[in-house]
């Protein structure tokens, strides 16, 4: 069974770091693109990157470019989501989602996580 | 960007209804257009994808067609289980944009 299994939640101050995650299983992890999205409270969905694991390439929407860090390690299956300093607005719940078809990243989000909950107050 | 523009934002209807939620791109984007799901409190879930292909596992009474910049999400006969939100979103070019949503109520 494909599963993408995220870490627990997180309250955070201003300023702060953070580094959330996402662990793939049931297929072959450095082979699918992975991505991440924003849901922020009682708003719609925003795209905010994927990464390939295999080569790492890396593409960002020009709203979070710069303000996140997307990354993976293949040899442990897990995608990554950090910020450096995190600002109240980075409030939301962040999915990471798995890419249908494999090698391509031009195919809807198959697979979801559950969801990381970050607050970020101070 | 590609701008994707979701009507209705809302919609009421009943159980038995067929739904019609429709989307549009803001440029051509050939048939690279997929539908969620959202339940509150959960993850999205994919239900259409390439404009007019079910993924396995969803019911039947949901379908989708369109290409080019006009898209449609058709639920033939709502059941309990379909109030919810949806999504589009455009896997052509990255940024791979979703729509606002369009939240179905009872």
């Known amino acids: 069974e494909v599963q993408l299994v995220q870490s627990g939640a997180e309250v955070k101050k201003p300023g702060e770091s953070l580094k959330i995650s996402c662990k793939g299983s049931?297929?072959?992890?450095?082979?699918?693109?992975i991505g991440w999205v924003r849901q922020m409270p009682g708003k719609g969905l925003e795209w905010m990157g994927i990464?390939?694991?295999?080569?790492?390439?890396?593409r960002y929407s020009p709203s979070f470019q710069g303000q996140v860090t997307i990354s993976a390690d293949k040899s442990i299956s897990t995608a990554y989501l950090q910020w450096s300093s995190l600002k109240a607005s980075d409030t939301a719940m962040y999915y990471c989602?798995?890419?249908?078809?494999?090698?391509?990243?031009?195919?809807?989000?198959?697979?979801w996580g559950q969801g990381t909950l970050v607050t970020v107050s101070s | 960007d590609i701008q994707m523009t979701q009507s209705p934002s809302s919609l009421s209807a009943s159980v038995g209804d067929r739904v019609t939620i429709t989307c549009r791109a803001s440029?051509?984007?050939?048939?690279?257009l997929n539908w969620y799901q959202q339940k509150p409190g959960k993850a999205p879930n994919l239900l259409i994808f390439?404009?007019?292909s079910l993924q396995s596992g969803v019911p039947s009474r949901f379908s989708g067609s369109g290409s080019g910049t006009d898209f449609t999400l058709t639920i033939s006969s709502l059941q309990p289980e379909d109030f919810a939100t949806y999504y589009c979103?455009?896997?052509?070019?990255?940024?791979?944009?979703f729509g606002q949503g369009s939240k179905l109520e009872i």
């Open positions: 989602a798995r890419h249908l078809k494999g090698g391509s990243s031009f195919s809807p989000f198959d697979c």
């Open positions: 049931g297929y072959t992890f450095s082979t699918y693109w």
């Open positions: 990464i390939y694991p295999g080569d790492s390439d890396t």
């Open positions: 440029q051509s984007i050939s048939t690279y």
């Open positions: 390439d404009a007019s």
């Open positions: 979103q455009q896997s052509y070019s990255t940024p791979y944009t």
